[in-house]
């Protein structure tokens, strides 16, 4: 149950936040900015808070850490590939569409597994099927569909799992 305090103040930090913007905005300590900044960190923050969600936290966060040095490595090295495939005969290129299973269930997670497929170039995410179960990925160079689903699934979904714990 919260307390009285959180009622009144549901976002702390957001309330705080606006105060301060508002006040750095107007350039000015004046009795009426500074009542009117009050008067903003806490209405807005108030008719907001029943619009937010749980947000799933992270777990393990090295891990998280780890994670974005290991999609960093995986954008440059996939970059020379491309480019690569890119600047040889267009021929031998065979791009395709995979649908990838999902184990991932939060929508965080989902988002962020989309999003670093889709930043690592050579295959970017085309959509997430309704009952979030099928991520469906376009390749530039698809030369064996079990390998590229194998590689997003061990490499980029395992760890997300563990960092959010689900």
Known sequence: MKS?????LPMPFHSILLFTIWLLLNNSVSAGHLLLAFIFAIIIPWGVASMTTERPRIQKPLLAVSYVFLVLKDIVSANFTVALLVLGP??????GFVAIPLDIESELGITLLASTVSLTPGTVSAEISEDQQWLYVHALHLEDTEALINEVKTRYETPLKEIFGC
């Open 4 to 8: 009285k305090a959180f009622r009144f």
């Open 90 to 95: 267009l021929k031998k290129l065979t791009p």
